[in-house]
């Protein structure tokens, strides 16, 4: 079991958050360190005990890190760390899990209302200082979301508070989780993974919300895309990697999808010469939607709350990995 000493070095690492600039202005009495690049980050490993992190970590750090007994991941994804090694070297790992939960959701929500609403080509349609007349041709109107079937694949924190906010919108929300009996997270109805392909034909509204797994990668692939009902709507706040971005092109090009906006992508920063850039009717986020002005707080709570239970001596921890 790690322990801390009683007033340990902490490092946090990350490129952009204000994570140190928080905790002092709190008042939270942590003795840090802080940096922005794995050059910087090298300097410091050595003498580190605790390492708040996300996408700086790489495995071989460990080798340069003698002291280190606690690592709190900033994302809540944690497919990055080898949990054997960390759990071989002795040091523990937690996510946070839940920090972004309200705001991804909210993000999927502002995605799918932007893709109903056209708000894409409105704000096009500024930039050129064009007012768009009425439209004559039905299919071609805004939308309303309220009396939309969604099928909602993941319902963890995320996809539980995407349920609820559909629904709030009068959406009926068919989920689709791994394991159909932890609850129905919101949702009208839960049913298992194996039974996606089955939902697929009435899916007026198509949300990605769930973790990358072996059995959620490469999860909407051409065939899948192909069983949806003409003219639906996906938004994916997922993983890049639960997507066959070829198969998503050829969707929006075919008119079988309307619109689509993603938050994530395969390869990211999503490179300038990626053909998703001038798709049809794609919205892109830069995997902006967990990013508010509270994130930093969040991960300070879950970290406090950690660092509080391992100088107890307690074995559980909030968001436990390792």
């Known amino acids: 079991m790690a322990v801390l000493a009683s007033d ?10 204000r994570l140190g600039e928080r905790a002092r202005a709190r008042g939270l ?108 041709e039905i299919g071609r109107r805004e939308q309303e979301l309220s009396g939309k079937t969604m099928v909602l694949v993941g319902l963890g924190r995320i996809g539980s508070r995407i349920a609820r906010l559909a629904r709030a919108l009068g959406m009926r929300v068919l989920g689709v989780r791994r394991d159909p009996a932890a609850g129905d997270g919101g949702a009208d109805e839960v049913h298992a993974l194996s039974e996606l392909d089955r939902l697929l034909p009435g899916a007026e509204v198509l949300v990605l919300a769930c973790p990358l797994a072996p059995e959620t990668a490469d999860l909407l692939d051409s065939r899948r895309f192909d069983l949806l009902p003409p ?44 053909p998703l850039w001038t798709a049809p009717n794609l919205l892109i986020t830069p995997h902006s939607a967990g990013e508010t002005r509270a994130y930093e707080d969040r991960v300070l709570d879950l970290l406090v709350e950690n660092l509080a239970r391992l100088a107890r001596g307690e074995t559980a921890l909030v968001n436990e990995i390792v």
């Open 8 to 17: 340990p070095l902490v490092c946090f690492a990350h490129p952009a958050y």
């Open 29 to 136: 009495g942590l003795r840090f360190v802080e940096v922005r690049d794995r050059p910087a980050l090298d300097a410091v490993i050595g003498r580190v005990e605790v390492l708040v992190i996300s996408g700086l970590w790489r495995d071989e750090l460990l080798d340069r890190a003698p002291m280190l007994r606690f690592v709190q991941s900033i994302s809540a994804g944690t497919d990055q760390y080898d949990k054997e090694l960390l759990r071989a070297r002795g040091v523990r790992l937690a996510s946070a899990a839940g920090v972004n939960a309200n705001a991804v959701a909210e993000h999927a929500i502002a995605l799918l209302l932007a893709l109903a609403r056209l708000l894409p080509e409105a704000v096009r349609n500024q930039d050129r200082r064009f007012w768009r007349g009425m439209i004559g």
């Open 231 to 274: 003219g639906a709507l996906f938004v994916n706040v997922a993983r890049g990697r639960c997507v066959v971005e070829e198969a998503l092109l050829a969707a929006l090009r075919s008119g079988r999808l309307a619109a689509a906006a993603i938050d994530v992508a395969r390869e990211e920063p999503l490179p300038p010469d990626s």
